[in-house]
């Protein structure tokens, strides 16, 4: 026995029903617990950069992390030059960087030597053309 549609166009589930004139979910209709959730971010959101802000002040490592992991650009901010393989796997170890940015270091590293050997295999290609006799 299909359920009877409510007067605001639902059936007796919540759901946006189907039929004349009703074709389903009108288009930009927020779910109510979408808008529930944003409510309650909402509400939240002094209180909660008010605790941030109190842990920042007593120097704990987690909100200082978490500050500057939602503040910062994505990517990595620490100097990239003379950094070695066997330093980004001490910094890891330490817990100095996490998994993430260790890859994306190795993963800098890999792409610039890359680059180093294409432009050496592009001046070898360009010396062993200057050899060859001209036609």
Not at 8 to 16: I, L, P, Q, T
Not at 84 to 112: C, H, M, P, V, Y
């Amino acid at each position: 026995m299909p359920m009877p549609t409510d007067v605001n166009g639902r059936d007796g589930k919540g759901r946006f029903a189907s039929g004349s004139g009703n074709i389903g979910r009108p288009r930009g209709a927020k779910s109510r617990h979408a808008r529930d959730l944003s409510a309650l971010v909402r509400a939240l959101s002094n209180r909660a950069y008010e605790a941030l802000a109190g842990a920042i002040d007593k120097r704990e490592r987690w909100a200082i992390e978490l500050y500057f992991k939602l503040s910062l650009p994505h990517g990595l901010t620490m100097e990239m030059h003379g950094t070695t393989i066997e330093d980004i796997e001490t910094a890891t170890a330490d817990g100095d960087i996490s998994f993430e940015q260790a890859k994306a270091l190795i993963a800098n590293k890999r792409d610039g030597k890359a680059i180093n050997e294409l432009d050496e295999h592009r001046a070898m290609m360009k010396e062993i053309l200057e050899k060859l006799p001209k036609r």
